[in-house]
């Protein structure tokens, strides 16, 4: 009496909270017995068998156990059972993922036909001709495979597929009835183009092969399936085209997308750092894109194009340094205006990059190299400033950087008014109080847009670090600081390569023939064969025999005489 006297006053003693921790305990410890159990059984059926645990054994009530004790546990999973045939009726398991799998498919396709089932002697045979004569009577789903691992089962049942369980058979039959939740073909939301296709990828990967493949209809685009993540089991396809892509460069990714050991992938991005030979580097070495028409346009060129289930974003192996600065704008308007664009991108890098760090030089270290009636100017401006043009730099970005931030986070409708309105408000009040230079604001606002000018968002993330060497190398030495920051930058990018592509290509190594599609773009019929430095098998992409222009006086004469003829 005692001992329950003193039970009871421990049991009163707990609090709710501590309750809900013992019942927590006692769900686990279940939980984790029953998995126990199963693994013994299935220790003791396998024990003096030639198969290892991870084997299917045959048996139906075996495989319902086994599920019902591990991930039969979980409420999206759901384990049925029924019988083949209505004469013979012949114990069957049945699992699949709720909510991944189409129950239609599940339904009709499979349990109504194998249950309604009434030829008799067709079922009277051994369990691994029920097995196959089921895969090809029976079930009307398009893809049904067979398999045997647990360790391959769980991972596809896991993915959406219908897994059957037929005893007497030895192998597990698994049913493609994946249907999966996802978002409808929209727009591209980073990078916009005026002119071309307005379709991007969503986060389905068989959905993105599918705009890839009616692009591309020739039998000679590849896709090689890759399953990287130990935990997630995520899809990957490495896209090429075969007898234009190197084949030595699609080796080469494969290999180093096998000896990835991840616990799992969600982003593009994890595989673009594997990907990359210089992961360090500011510089992204692999390009990400959202556009079809973008990695089909790669694909083309004889790059390789990643696609990675769960991520609307595609990569495209090996990218070099002018490849993020092309858009699909400059295949889709005339030579003229597209070397037009590329020029203006370069002067706004130049200027995003240059203008601050030159302001604070010359007014800070070598005023002396400027125009005296420009010094004057400037002194005026600055005669109430009590900040040197370092701190007026610093808290002029600072401002730019936390105004971009709060424009990402926010809906895009307050998005725009923030930009806008906190733009002019800042700028008005903080030049009226007499923080900073009223030419400090005008060089900032060039040099964001400047910066931003950079078709491929990632690009201009180093050219924004790189700003503020460049800043504090010009408040250091001058001009001296700001020559030798880029010649350490271009020493750097030229010596960037990835999978024996030099990232300066056609600059460096200079190759004449490819400079037709750099800066200046050349017309589209010169630009007849493919990037040298992809080394591909058929450097052409037109036909020898290029159809030139016929002469307009000609045309009409004829068009005329054939007038008057008729």
């Known amino acids: 009496m005692e001992t329950m006297k003193t039970a009871q006053e421990s049991l009163e003693g707990i609090s709710g909270v501590d309750i809900g921790l013992v019942q927590d305990l006692i769900t686990e410890t279940k939980t984790f017995s029953k998995q126990l159990e199963t693994l013994v059984h299935t220790v003791r059926q396998s024990h003096g068998a030639t198969q290892s645990v991870d084997i299917y054994n045959g048996s139906v009530e075996d495989a319902y156990n086994y599920l019902k004790n591990t991930v039969g546990q979980s409420p999206d999973i759901n384990i049925r059972r029924f019988v083949l045939g209505r004469t013979q009726q012949i114990p069957a398991v049945l699992v699949f993922n709720d909510g991944l799998a189409d129950n239609q498919m599940i339904d009709q396709d499979t349990i109504a036909l194998m249950q309604r089932y009434e030829d008799a002697e067709s079922l009277n045979m051994s369990g691994s001709a029920i097995h196959q004569f089921v895969h090809d009577s029976i079930v009307s789903v398009g893809h049904a495979t067979a398999e045997n691992k647990w360790s391959k089962l769980l991972p596809k049942m896991m993915g959406g597929n219908t897994l059957v369980f037929i005893q007497g058979a030895a192998s597990v039959l698994v049913l493609d009835t994946v249907k999966y939740p996802a978002r409808a073909i929209e727009r591209p939301g980073t990078e916009r183009a005026v002119k071309g296709p307005q379709e991007s990828f969503n986060e389905v990967v068989l959905t993105q092969m599918n705009l890839v493949r009616r692009r591309i209809k020739s039998p000679k685009l590849h896709f090689d399936k890759l399953t990287i993540g130990t935990l997630t089991q995520t899809m990957v396809i490495v896209a090429h085209i075969e007898g234009v892509t190197n ?182 009040a903080i030049v009226k109080a007499g923080i900073v230079d009223s030419l400090m604001i005008i060089i900032i606002t060039l040099t964001a847009l400047g910066l931003f000018t950079s078709p491929v968002y990632e690009m201009a993330t180093p050219w924004r670090i790189l700003f503020w060497v460049l800043v504090f190398a010009s408040y250091i030495f001058g001009l001296y600081g700001i020559v030798l920051v880029i010649i350490l930058i271009l020493t750097h990018l030229a010596a960037l390569e990835n999978f024996g592509v030099a990232y300066l290509s056609p600059f460096g190594p200079l190759r004449m023939r490819d400079l037709k599609d750099t800066w200046i773009k050349f017309p589209e019929f010169t630009l007849a064969k493919r990037p040298s430095y992809l080394r591909t098998l058929d450097p052409r992409k037109w036909g020898k025999n290029i159809p030139r222009p016929m002469k307009s006086p000609q045309l009409y004469s004829t068009q005329k005489e054939r007038l008057d003829d008729d």
């Open 247 to 428: 084949p030595e460069l699609v080796m080469a990714i494969k290999r180093r997308l096998r000896g990835a050991k991840l616990d799992g992938v969600q982003y593009s991005s994890t595989l673009g750092s594997i990907l990359s030979t210089h992961p360090l580097s500011l510089f992204p070495q692999v390009r990400s894109t959202e556009r079809v028409d973008v990695a089909v346009r790669d694909l083309l060129q004889g790059k390789v194009v990643i696609l990675v289930d769960n991520t609307p974003f595609s990569i495209s192996v090996p990218s070099t340094f002018m490849d993020f600065y092309q858009t699909t704008d400059d295949y889709t308007v005339s030579f003229w205006t597209a070397s037009m664009e590329r020029l203006v991108r370069l002067f706004g890098l130049f200027v995003g990059l240059l203008l601050p760090p030159l302001y604070v030089a010359f007014v800070s270290v070598n005023p002396n190299l400027l125009p005296l009636k420009l010094i004057m100017t400037i002194a005026g401006s600055r005669e109430d400033i009590p900040f040197p043009p370092l701190l007026e730099v610093l808290i002029m970005w600072v401002i730019i950087e936390v105004l971009r931030e709060a424009a990402i986070r926010l809906p895009r409708g307050l998005s725009t008014t923030l930009g806008t309105v906190g733009a002019i408000v800042v700028g008005t």
